[in-house]
């Protein structure tokens, strides 16, 4: 990026952020140079099948049981996973105030780890895992460790991975399997402290997001199709008080109507290149 001349948009949003500190948006396109798989495609299609509901969760052990199978393997890649570029460049933004807020669909903990604060989590994070009976909160890490240990037969079993920490992992792998428990209450209602598909966006977080809305001066969505409802508003509501709403992402958007700049360029050197521009502004 260092090397190449800049599209005019790209230009565009530096001096846009040069004057005010923009509000971020990000989703799995953000992740994806760490490894971590996206639901969708370019062109917004989603990639094989529907992740679980919320009511197929809650109704079944047998899904239940499917669901932390296939976490059992497919967690160690979130685990593992590191911030790439475009996550450390927001924390420097944010820390030379370029940055109003950043809010994320991801799950995965990401800009955490890169040293952003203050993180509206709109999906929740995949580190932390609640029981829904008693409330208790129980680290990921932790249940990853009871899995293994009552379950070693998975071990070393080969899976293709999926987003959010799942796998595909073939049916013969269910039976017999043992999923974990609340160590206070005993229930087998744990459940990850993320929003299902079916489920809504905690009160909290969706106040949070839409008041960093009303206070921005702009919104930059970065690495998101902003498919879901959740991220489309905020898309919308900036634009219906007629503040700027720019993207960095490669292919379709539900938003592109709505957009006032888009750079179609990778996210993870768009970044480093304003980063590194705005602190020399």
Same mark, same amino acid.
């Given at each position: 990026?260092?090397?190449?001349?800049?599209?005019?948009?790209?230009?565009?949003?530096?001096?846009?952020? /040069?004057? +005010?500190?923009? #509000?971020?948006?990000?989703? @799995? $396109?953000?992740?994806?140079?760490?490894? *971590?798989?996206?639901?969708? &495609?370019?062109?917004?299609?989603?990639?094989?099948?529907?992740?679980?509901?919320?009511?197929?969760?809650?109704?079944?052990?047998?899904?239940?049981?499917?669901?932390?199978?296939?976490?059992?393997?497919?967690?160690?890649?979130?685990?593992?996973?590191?911030?790439? /570029?475009? +996550?450390?460049? #927001?924390?420097?933004?944010? @820390? $030379?105030?370029?940055?109003?807020?950043? *809010?994320?669909?991801?799950? &995965?903990?990401?800009?955490?780890?890169?040293?952003?604060?203050?993180?509206?989590?709109?999906?929740?994070?995949?580190?932390?895992?609640?029981?829904?009976?008693?409330?208790?909160?129980?680290?990921?890490?932790?249940?990853?460790?009871?899995?293994?240990?009552?379950? /070693?037969?998975?071990?070393?079993?080969?899976?293709?991975? @999926?987003?959010?920490?799942?796998?595909?992992?073939?049916?013969?792998?269910?039976?017999?399997?043992?999923?974990?428990?609340?160590?206070?209450?005993?229930?087998?209602?744990?459940?990850?402290?993320?929003?299902?598909?079916?489920?809504?966006?905690?009160?909290?977080?969706?106040?949070?997001?839409?008041?960093?809305?009303?206070?921005?001066?702009?919104?930059?969505?970065?690495?998101?199709?902003?498919?879901?409802?959740?991220?489309?508003?905020?898309?919308?509501?900036?634009?219906?008080?007629?503040?700027?709403?720019?993207?960095?992402?490669?292919?379709?958007?539900?938003?592109?109507?709505?957009?006032?700049?888009?750079?179609?360029?990778?996210?993870?050197?768009?970044?480093?290149?304003?980063?590194?521009?705005?602190?020399?502004?």
């Amino acid at each position: 990026m260092h090397t190449l001349d800049p599209p005019a948009s790209l230009l565009e949003l530096c001096e846009l952020m /040069a004057q +005010h500190p923009l #509000l971020v948006l990000t989703g @799995a $396109g953000i992740s994806t140079p760490s490894g *971590i798989p996206a639901y969708r &495609d370019q062109d917004g299609v989603r990639h094989g099948k529907a992740p679980m509901m919320l009511q197929e969760f809650l109704g079944s052990a047998a899904a239940r049981r499917r669901y932390w199978a296939r976490s059992m393997i497919g967690w160690p890649k979130v685990w593992q996973a590191r911030p790439n /570029a475009a +996550h450390q460049a #927001l924390a420097r933004l944010a @820390a $030379g105030r370029r940055i109003a807020g950043l *809010i994320t669909q991801n799950v &995965d903990g990401l800009h955490q780890q890169a040293g952003s604060e203050g993180v509206i989590e709109l999906h929740g994070n995949l580190h932390r895992v609640r029981c829904l009976d008693c409330g208790k909160i129980l680290r990921r890490s932790e249940i990853q460790t009871w899995l293994e240990e009552e379950n /070693a037969y998975l071990q070393g079993v080969e899976a293709v991975l @999926a987003p959010d920490g799942d796998a595909r992992l073939a049916v013969e792998y269910l039976e017999g399997f043992r999923i974990p428990w609340c160590p206070c209450c005993g229930s087998d209602l744990l459940k990850p402290d993320v929003v299902f598909y079916g489920e809504g966006v905690p009160a909290e977080q969706t106040e949070a997001a839409s008041l960093g809305i009303e206070q921005a001066a702009a919104l930059l969505v970065v690495g998101s199709t902003v498919m879901t409802y959740s991220s489309f508003r905020l898309c919308r509501s900036i634009a219906e008080q007629g503040k700027p709403l720019v993207a960095i992402n490669q292919g379709a958007m539900r938003a592109d109507a709505l957009l006032n700049l888009k750079i179609e360029r990778p996210c993870e050197q768009v970044l480093p290149w304003l980063a590194e521009r705005l602190r020399a502004a």
